[in-house]
């Protein structure tokens, strides 16, 4: 691993790439530091040492790196561009000219990312009023006793929803570029450098606590057995056999060669924890808007689904994961298109039929390693968080399953990426 990492500093080209990157995430550090303008920093750095803050938004101040709380200017992060590119997947399905663009090749891709940009706008305009608005009803931080905006007038914000929102465009901005120029994929990266950033101070609040030794050393063996699971499971791959049949072409014969189709037992990623994740918090939001004096059906929503330890939250959670992951891989892998992509080159798998027998057989094995994806996810996703709070480690949320999963599926891609190149300078690269 040592001797991979001296090769690519050695190399001018990836080199260049490495020290890009580095730089684009310091500067994307320092965003998430500076206060929007109308936010009393003295007021939220008090508040935030009276409370943990909003439950129903610890999960999004942890993808922003812990920005959110303290609504700085990249207080947003990278979640309203994720959720854009997300719902532009969507509408492919749903949208004929969508799809048209999407089989266009560079030019749609260009098209579809405009659209993307678009709508990051729209959500980040929508969510900075809504962050803003319940800042000021002291829902950010319930039990502090002072504002953290003092001046409400309208020009204030104004001048804060047009900042968080500007903020959020030169996040999408700054990820771009890490993926034009630097090493990997940006927006991955941005999260990846968020979730991380908790780390160190969580670690501390576990050493100070009760029973610090006793709890930082069960956290680093939960953090090691759910990192060498997620490795294990996402370099895993179901490989289907493909032939492809010789043909003449001009004077050369072509095809006769063997492959396979890699179909990855998680091939929806992080994606069906994260909008599981993000739906769930709806309930939290709408019990905090309740007030002091919640009626009836606000305590049993709070009882019953708000509350991260009740059966009920616990079994929503986990059937929306298996919903998103078999969902997400049915807009992302179609065995329609895979089977006709084979048949138009002459592949064809052993045993199966060109065409439609081809693509009953994708959609069979699909739908099976789906399964067991979606299970893995699940448990990935609430047992390390079920330990933490079962031993009173509530402030252990950046070590949960959602963030292990992304710091060591970006990790993977990231390493697999830099390895690539490094193999085309003739270096032995990280992985042997």
Known sequence: MLSGFMSAFRTPDLRRKLLFTIGIIAVYRLGVSIPTPGIDYGNVQMCMDQTSGNAALQILNMFSGGALLQLS????????YITASIIVQLLRVLIPRFETLQNEGAEGQAKLTQY??????????????????M???GLFFPGCSVDVIPNDSWNVILTMVLTMTAGTVLVMWLGERITERGVGNGMSLLIFTSVAA??????????S???????TFFT????????????YVEQSQRRIPVQYAKRMVGRKMLGGSSTYIPLKINMAGVIPVIFASSLLTIP??????????????????????????????ILLYVLLIVFFAYFYTAITFNPTQVADDMKKYGGFIPGIRPGTPTADFLDYVLSRITAAGALYLAIVALVPTLLFVSLGLSNSIPFGGTSILILVGVGLDTVKRIQSQLEQHHYEGFLK
């Open 209 to 215: 606590s009760s029973n610090g030794v006793r709890n």
């Open 73 to 80: 200017i990249f207080g947003l992060g990278i979640m309203p």
């Open 284 to 313: 939290q939001v709408i019990v905090q808007f309740q007030g002091s004096d919640p009626s009836g059906w606000a305590v049993w929503l709070n009882n019953n689904i708000a509350k991260s330890s009740a059966p009920l939250h």
């Open 135 to 137: 800042a000021r009803n």
């Open 116 to 133: 993307t940009r678009y709508i990051t706008v729209g959500f980040a305009a929508i969510q900075s009023a809504s962050y803003i608005t």
């Open 198 to 207: 908790r780390f160190p101070s969580t670690f501390g609040s576990i050493w």
């Open 220 to 231: 680093v063996v939960v953090i090691i057995v759910v990192v060498a699971a997620v490795v």
